[in-house]
Antibody
């Protein structure tokens, strides 16, 4: 079955760049759209980005200026970089596969399944 | 402030039925975009519960059902069990944001 696993530093200093990788097994990274979602402590889920191996991406407008995503087809992984982080970026970060109709970097009927276990990233000096 | 509005909490006794609403607008649910529902237990990965408004993935008990009408979606859980105690989130696509939006989440307590 399809499995996803997030990895990266659990602690990032303010103003620095958060970098996470999602490793995918059981499916080809080039066959689907993928997504990043986060959950700040005590808060709900927040969608961050859609990612496709071709470079088609869509970002949450509230984060767009600070988000960079990439796909490594040789490693079957995709990555998230979030620049100039603050304490407000402290959250559990999840990656997930998108299933549904996607076009032009957007996933109009996309559901997220499955999800990775999540990785807690704390922004603190 | 979430784009989709859910009640913060609902509760019910074992065996009872509860519903969780998810209210949006014409740019998301009311615009014809699908509603999906997730069950989230702390410390675990969110699990897809309902997709495409009213479809259950394989393995999800038929105690869980979804519906959509106008600008709202709804999740119903019948025959409540202690293991259903979790946070539930709705999700849809929003044409103004050109991306996915979630509800704020609803904590289900089984009394």
């Amino acid at each position: 079955q399809v499995q996803l696993q997030e990895s990266g530093p659990g602690l990032v200093k303010p103003s620095e760049t958060l970098s996470l990788t999602c490793s995918v097994s059981g499916a080809s990274i080039s066959s689907y759209f993928w997504t990043w979602v986060r959950q700040a402590p005590g808060k709900g889920l927040e969608w961050i980005a859609y990612v496709y191996y071709s470079g088609s991406t869509t970002y949450n407008p509230s984060l767009k200026s600070r988000v960079i995503t990439s796909v490594d087809t040789s490693m079957n992984q995709f990555s998230l970089r979030l620049t100039s982080v603050t304490a407000a970026d402290t959250a559990l970060y999840y990656c997930a596969r998108v299933i549904g109709y996607c076009s032009g970097g957007m996933c109009y009927s996309g559901r997220f399944d499955p999800w990775g276990q999540g990785i807690l990233v704390t922004v603190s000096s | 402030q979430s784009v989709l509005t859910q009640p913060p909490s609902v509760s019910g006794a074992p065996g009872q039925r509860v519903t969780i609403s998810c209210t949006g607008s014409s740019s998301n649910i009311g615009g014809g975009f699908d509603v999906h529902w997730y069950q989230h237990l702390p410390g675990t990965a969110p699990k897809l519960l309902i997709y495409g408004n009213n479809n259950r993935p394989s393995g999800v008990p038929d105690r869980f059902s979804g519906s959509k009408s106008g600008t709202s979606g709804s999740l119903a859980i019948t025959g409540l069990q202690a293991e259903d105690e979790a946070d539930y989130y709705c999700q849809s696509f929003d044409s103004n944001l050109s991306g996915s939006v979630f509800g704020g989440g609803t904590k289900l307590t089984v009394l």
